[in-house]
Structures are given as structure tokens and as C-alpha cells.
């Protein structure tokens, strides 16, 4: 447990007050949470203080080595007006996880939901009210070291902070156009594809761009070794339907084990469904597009919760999905998730932990 000191803010922000233009990112809320850790001490002094700037070395690890990692999740206002979270411990472990291969101290599980609790709990005013909108909770320990040896901080700080956003699909879902990249890679084996750090988005961006100015919406990533496989899609898992089964990669090194890929695999298993976790090749699934047998494609994350899509253009080959629309499958597990997560369905799961 731990003893987390709260200092109010004496100046708070008005809050928006158009929620449907909230965007995403944009707007922080009052507080945020800290802890520091220094070795000797361990982890210490966990508190929720006023949002403001932080004051670090200009030497600080995080700067030069980029040593610092995040997590991503929401919370969601139920009609009754009260304030629930998805799956907190699985961002806690999966933090865990990526602290282990950055040679950052563990943060014990139960001490990162307390944290989070505490922090919406003092915002909770902030969690906007409107259908499909929510708070997002960004959690992040950056190394504070002032020191430009390469080799691991001997001080960190464990911050969050807290965004509300717009709902995802204030126009309906629109399903998407996607762009295999085959010169850029995302990740490679013995790489940190699996965990949540900055690196890996910064490499990112260049393909991320790339497929903008051609007019895609995102990149459809292959693995760094053959680039053969199918990986991820931006930032998001991926979903394949051929032949009435359902594809996605395997968690093993490369990819990112999302907590939204992990909850539709268990809802799809209930549901009757095979579901393959492992290899599967672009060309199979350009194969099977030419076939007729590509069902559905979709990615899966935190801030969509799925996303359609529609086309998948690969070279000079393009595969057309669904006819445009969004499939049967991938709408059930939007509407199933979202229900949950809003509390209009029933949590048969274990899944949701309110908020006081
Ligand atoms: C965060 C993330 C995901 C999705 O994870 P969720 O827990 O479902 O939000 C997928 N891929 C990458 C690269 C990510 O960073």
C-alpha cells in the first residue's frame, strides 16, 4: 500500500465545455501523480500534486538514452454517473514487464491501480460525461540520472497524468486504408517490440508519414527479420478473419501484448471461435484476399477499441476487405468491449474496477 500525500490545486482549470470537441491529448486535467525512486530508498514520496512542469537536469538519462517507458488506459463514465476502469492490472504488469527490460525498478501491480485509482478518483470531474468520450490515464517513469554514462539510472520518477478525450468514432466507424511497409520495420527479435517505450515510436514515425502522404491512415508493420509476417498496424494489434477463422501475431518478442488483443482473443474463444496466435504471411493474406476468404481485418487498441479495415495495399497488389463496411465479427467485439467498458453490460469477466 502506499502512503500517497495529496496537495489540491488552488487555481483549477475550467473544465471544457464543448465535449465533443475534446480531441485527443490535448487538454490535461489538475493534478498528477509522482513518485520518485533513488537507489537505496527504492520507490518513495508517492504523491498527487498540481499538473505542472518538471524541473529535470538537462543531463538526465531520459534525454540522451531515452531510458523511460508509458502505459495507456481509460476511464469510463457509466450512465449512473459513476467511474469505472478496464483492466488496470494489465497495464500494472504490462509496465512491470517493460520496466524488466529497461533495468527500471518494479513498481509492485498494487501500488500502480492504487495510484491510479487515487489520481481519477481526485479527478473525477474531469471524466467527461458524453457518449463514447473518457479520461485518458497516461502513466510514464522516465530516468533522471544526471549523468551521460550509458548504463542505467540510479533515479527515476513514476508520473501520471490525465487527459479527457473525445469519443474515437464521433462520425460512426469508418473503416481504413492501410499501407504494408516493407523498407521501415517497427521491431526486431531481441529488440523491445513487446514493451511500451518511446524508442520505438520515434522510430516509427518516419513510416507513419510515409503512409500519410500517400494517403493511408497507417502502416501495416511485417517483421524486422524476413519481413514476411504480419506484426501490428501503428500502434495498434491486428486481427485477420479468413476462412471463418481468426489470425493474429503471437506475443513473442516482436509484438506488443495489448490488453485489447488479449481481451478479444478470450471474448472470440468464448464465442466459439479458433483463434491463431502465431505466424502469418503477408502473401497469405494477399492470397487469400484474390481468393475470396479475407472476412474481416481489424486492429485493436486502447484508444479505437477496433479498427476496421477496409484495404490493404501491399506493393503494386491491393486487397479489398468487407466491401468497405465493417464486419460482423469485428462489431460484435466493438459493441461487447464498449459495453463493458461503459458499463452497459453486465462485467461477466472481472474486468472492470470501479472508482470511489
Ligand atoms: C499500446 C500498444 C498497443 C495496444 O495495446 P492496448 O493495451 O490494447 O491499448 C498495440 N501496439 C503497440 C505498439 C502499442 O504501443
Same mark, same amino acid.
Given at each position: ?21 475534446? /480531441? ?31 524541473? &529535470? ?269 465493417? /464486419? ?14 461503459? /458499463?452497459? &453490460? ?11
Amino acid at each position: 500500500m502506499l502512503d500517497i500525500k495529496i496537495t489540491r490545486t488552488e487555481t483549477p482549470k475550467a473544465k471544457p465545455q464543448d465535449e465533443s470537441k475534446l /480531441g485527443f491529448g490535448r487538454i490535461f486535467t489538475d493534478h498528477m501523480f509522482v513518485m520518485d525512486y533513488d537507489e537505496g530508498q527504492g520507490w518513495h514520496d508517492a504523491r498527487i500534486v498540481p499538473y505542472a512542469p518538471l524541473v &529535470l537536469a538537462p543531463a538526465a538519462s531520459v534525454f540522451h538514452y531515452a531510458q523511460e517507458c508509458f502505459e495507456g488506459l481509460k476511464a469510463y463514465r457509466r450512465a449512473d454517473g459513476r467511474v469505472q476502469l478496464f483492466r488496470p492490472d494489465c497495464n500494472a504488469q504490462r509496465l512491470r514487464d517493460t520496466h524488466e527490460r529497461l533495468c527500471i525498478p518494479a513498481i509492485p501491480v498494487e501500488d500502480f491501480v492504487q495510484a491510479v485509482k487515487a489520481l481519477v478518483s481526485v479527478e473525477k470531474d474531469w471524466v467527461p460525461h458524453l457518449d463514447g468520450t473518457s479520461l485518458y490515464i497516461r502513466p510514464f517513469t522516465i530516468a533522471t540520472m544526471e549523468q551521460l554514462g550509458v548504463h542505467a539510472s540510479s533515479s527515476y520518477q513514476f508520473l501520471i497524468i490525465c487527459s479527457p478525450s473525445g469519443a474515437y468514432y464521433a462520425e460512426g466507424i469508418n473503416p481504413v486504408k492501410i499501407y504494408v511497409e516493407s523498407e521501415y520495420v517497427r521491431a526486431c527479435p531481441g529488440g523491445t517490440g513487446a514493451i511500451k517505450c518511446g524508442g520505438n515510436y520515434a522510430a516509427s514515425i518516419k513510416a507513419g508519414e510515409k503512409a500519410e502522404q500517400l494517403g493511408y491512415s497507417q502502416v501495416l508493420w511485417l517483421d524486422g527479420a524476413e519481413r514476411r509476417y504480419v506484426e501490428e498496424v501503428g500502434s495498434m494489434n491486428i486481427f485477420f478473419k479468413i476462412g471463418g477463422e481468426i489470425y493474429t501475431a503471437a506475443t513473442v518478442g516482436t509484438v506488443l501484448p495489448g490488453v485489447t488483443r488479449r481481451s478479444c482473443i478470450e471474448l472470440l474463444r468464448d464465442w466459439g471461435y479458433t483463434v491463431h496466435e502465431g505466424r502469418l504471411a503477408i502473401a497469405d493474406v494477399m492470397k487469400a484476399a484474390r481468393e475470396g476468404t479475407l472476412e474481416e481485418v481489424f486492429g485493436t487498441g486502447t484508444a479505437a477499441v477496433v479498427s476496421p479495415v477496409k484495404q490493404l495495399d501491399y506493393g503494386s497488389e491491393s486487397a479489398q476487405i468487407g466491401g468497405g463496411k465493417i /464486419g460482423p465479427v469485428t462489431q460484435k467485439l466493438y459493441d461487447t468491449l464498449t459495453g463493458i467498458q461503459w /458499463g452497459r &453490460l453486465p462485467d461477466e469477466k472481472g474486468w472492470i474496477q470501479p472508482v470511489d
